[in-house]
């Protein structure tokens, strides 16, 4: 594959290829799109190419579309009108789509809740109704109580694409910190209600809020009067301390810019939690994302004039601390890939003195809590939760118990209480909360929604196959009981592959939904999650990226080979760092897929540090400014790897205005390159949305609305595809 389209000519050498180029694929151009299902559709609309050409590192490169990088230009504007016309005019005909958007709201309009957060005897959780678009705050004044609504998100925006969240809540349960968060942008406003001990239509908000920013640390002061947050400003995260009833400007600043002789900039993400105990200020500083380093600092809040001092200071890795009395019970991979907890002495920190409590074992550890005077470890065997249970000082005690192969969240409880919640799903099972008695171990069932969705007719089984290197790689395959394996059955699947994320088998009413119609499910482990710890992850990182997209493929061909499928019955989807894979995807191996749906991608890898929060992702891909890393990211960059007279699949790109963390501007450029260089009839569209972002957040009657329109462009897609 070569490095780049263009690279290396001289200016006039350069434009004379462009015209013969261009040339050429008008001339093999379709006149007509055929969609699916006997779709027909005009061309795409013409973007104007405006080439800016520049050289980097010595290799010579043209961005025919920089100029839509400016969301706010007027042709900007002009064009994605244009673009959301032309898509509408797909959409409007896929009589399967009403269809869909009955069969989600069924699977989707059901009651559901988060855990529940127990504080001075009651209990916090967030609740939707089925009736409505958004979660609310509600508490029970004991377990088995009445739901009453102490936030109403319903009430928040005319569009109801207004969610809420909790951020705090005091030990004694009288007073909620809570953030409002307007579509799916990352940023939040905070704010206070007072909680009325008996009604709660007597609770009140008190006048002091934070302004909308991106924060990663919201707690109260021990004694209530005052909050303490990180956000993140362009220069780096800062930690301060708000004393309610004074003014914003004269918040205290605790922590950032420096410390010790170290300088704090963006790539150095800040967050903190206050103990259980109200004892310790815990400060955490990571570097990148995700972090290579993490440093932890303690203040301890006994001792108002206390100084802040490191507890873990300059190792490079990730320890992730629980705190006990005063000790800290640390996640970490240091010297442990596949994790191990420590436990600290907050006044001994030195590591020579930490104590292994529970040591790494085969299976990656992903999460620890202490609840109940018990340590919960909970770990992944081949991608499903197992939770062992220790006692303080590393005995093993038992194991909580699981219905079925599926994903657990960590149990959350008090650290001296005798309960702790979480909830398990799987990809036929919706996601159902537990109470889980320390003492007993028995478990017993908080809330579970009444989805009309038949889990005994359906099952999941993982199969591993063999990676272009040889790699043993994991995947779920999930369908209806029964269906046959002869090559002709429409197959999603989707993937991610990066900064350590586990993909574990967890509900979606999407893929719900694809199964439904007789479809298989497919959802491999690619390199450069954290499935199997640091040594998997980073066999997808940097330079080794290319093993997260060897391994896709591989999946994808397993899934032909062994009948579950074919290339034309075959859809993919990813989103974020899924959605670099799916750009990969339609420049490597689209001959691979019958359609690829692209949310919110990052795709020009050779420019994505310079917008937003870009410059995190330099520690998980590198950065073009490197003359290093410049290379190979030229050589998978998708934007900088579109050939003309390219023949693609079906491609939906989706993004939305509020998408605060991936610049829309990828999917932008993306689409107007792939339109004027595909010589295929197959309808390249694009998804734009102005109300939606990266993060959750946009109403149930939107993200229906939404994911019928993807599952109608992949399902029309495939399932109209002819029989190999």
């Not at 409002?180 to 002091?208: C, F």
């Not at 601390?321 to 600290?344: E, F, I, M």
Request: hydrophobic share 35%.
């Amino acid at each position: 594959m070569t490095s780049a389209p263009f690279s290396q000519h001289s200016t006039a050498a350069l434009f004379l290829f462009l015209l013969l180029a261009l040339c050429a694929i008008a001339a093999d151009k379709p006149a007509e799109v055929k969609g699916g299902n006997g779709i027909i559709l005009p061309p795409p609309p013409a973007t104007e190419a405006q080439p800016v050409t520049e050289n980097i590192h010595g290799t010579t490169l043209t961005d025919p579309y920089r100029w839509l990088e400016d969301a706010k230009s007027p042709a900007t504007r002009a064009w994605i009108a244009e673009q959301t016309k032309y898509t509408e005019q797909y959409l409007s005909q896929v009589k399967i789509r009403p269809e869909i958007v009955n069969d989600l709201t069924r699977l989707e309009r059901v009651e559901s809740y988060s855990a529940p957060i127990e504080r001075g005897g009651n209990y916090f959780f967030k609740k939707r109704q089925a009736d409505e678009n958004q979660g609310s705050i509600y508490l029970r004044r004991s377990l088995h109580g009445k739901d009453e609504r102490l936030v109403d998100a319903t009430k928040l925006s005319a569009d109801q694409n207004t969610s809420v969240q909790i951020n705090d809540i005091s030990n004694d349960g009288t007073r909620l910190v809570y953030g409002i968060r307007s579509g799916g942008a990352d940023e939040e406003s905070v704010h206070i209600l007072d909680v009325d001990k008996t009604d709660v239509a007597k609770s009140r908000e008190l006048p002091d809020s934070l302004p909308s920013a991106r924060y990663s640390g919201i707690q109260l002061s021990p004694d209530k009067q005052g909050l303490y947050y990180a956000r993140f400003d362009p220069a780096g995260t800062l930690v301060f301390y708000h004393k309610l009833g004074s003014p914003a400007p004269s918040d205290e600043l605790i922590f950032g810019k420096s410390f010790a002789g170290e300088n704090f900039g963006p790539m150095e993400l800040i967050n903190f939690q206050i103990s259980e105990n109200e004892r310790y200020l815990m400060i955490a500083v990571e570097h990148g994302v995700p972090a290579t380093r993490v440093d932890i600092y303690v203040k301890d809040l006994r001792q108002p004039n206390s100084a802040i001092r490191p507890v873990v200071h300059g190792i490079d890795n990730r320890f992730t601390p629980v705190n006990y009395a005063d000790d800290l019970y640390l996640l970490t991979d240091y010297q442990a890939p596949n994790y191990r907890v420590v436990k600290v002495e907050i006044s001994n920190p030195e590591p020579q003195r930490w104590t292994n409590v529970v040591p790494e074992g085969k299976d990656v550890i992903s999460g620890i809590s202490i609840v109940g005077g018990k340590l919960f470890v909970a770990g992944l065997h081949d991608v499903v939760t197992e939770t062992r249970i220790f006692s303080l000082d590393g005995k093993q005690t038992g194991r909580v118990s699981y219905p079925t192969l599926g994903a657990a969240s960590e149990l959350d409880g008090r650290e001296n209480g005798n309960e702790g919640f979480y909830s398990f799903e799987s990809f036929i099972i919706p996601p159902t909360i537990y109470r889980y008695d320390v003492a007993t171990g028995k478990t017993e069932i908080f809330a579970k929604p009444t989805v009309p969705f038949a889990s005994d007719q359906y099952e999941v089984k993982q199969v591993f196959y063999k990676s272009k290197d040889g790699t043993s790689v994991p995947m779920f395959i999930s369908s209806k009981k029964g269906v046959k394996r002869d090559g002709n059955t429409p197959t999603l699947m989707s993937a991610y592959g990066g900064f350590l994320v586990d993909l574990t088998p967890a509900w979606n009413p999407e893929f719900a939904w694809w199964m439904e119609q007789g479809g298989f499910y497919a959802q491999p482990n690619l390199r450069g999650g954290g499935e199997y710890g640091e040594k998997w992850h980073q066999a997808g990182m940097f330079e080794h990226k290319q093993n997260v997209f060897d391994d896709f493929f591989a999946a994808a061909q397993y899934l032909v080979d062994e009948k579950y499928t074919s290339r034309q019955r075959l859809a993919t989807r990813g989103r974020s760092n899924g959605g670099l894979l799916m750009g990969v995807t339609m420049t490597q191996h689209p001959e691979m897929f019958g359609a690829i749906w692209c949310g919110y991608p990052l795709l020009d890898m050779i420019r994505f540090q310079n917008f937003l929060v870009g410059k995190w992702w330099t520690a998980e891909y590198g950065s073009a400014d490197n003359p290093d890393q410049f290379p190979y990211l030229l050589k998978y960059s998708p934007y900088q790897n579109v050939k003309p007279g390219m023949k693609l699949p079906a491609i939906m790109f989706n993004t939305g205005d509020s998408d605060t963390r991936v610049d829309p501007l990828h999917a932008r450029k993306m689409t107007a390159l792939v339109q004027a260089d595909n010589v295929g009839d197959r309808p390249i569209l694009l998804h734009y949305q102005t109300v939606s972002g990266h993060s959750a957040g946009v109403s149930i009657r939107q993200a229906i609305n939404d994911t019928a329109d993807e599952l109608a462009f992949l399902w029309n897609e495939v399932s109209g595809a002819p029989n190999p």
